[in-house]
């Protein structure tokens, strides 16, 4: 099933890992703005970051992101009358 990503849930996750942005900025050797940015929603996460992420605050990828289920587009069968 293709997911949409909803909102990013770093700071949930952050706060489970008893941990700060900036220390999370200060292992990953990032711009602590950088990771506001993300966890705002201004920009999505690479997967390279969202693994280095993971593996440092001590969660799996998927648990960064809300994820939501891609609405369906229904598709219709051309009629055979509607060429002509």
Request: proline share 5%; glycine share 4%; net charge negative.
């Amino acid at each position: 099933m293709k997911l949409e990503l909803g909102r990013c849930l770093l700071m949930d996750r952050l706060d489970e890992a008893n941990m700060t942005i900036d220390q999370l900025a200060q292992n990953l050797l990032l711009r602590p703005e950088r990771l506001i940015d993300l966890a705002e929603n201004k920009r999505i996460m690479s997967l390279k970051i969202a693994l280095s992420i993971a593996d440092t605050i001590g969660c799996e990828v998927g648990e960064l992101y809300e994820t939501l289920p891609f609405p369906h587009l229904t598709f219709r069968p051309l009629e055979q009358n509607s060429l002509l």
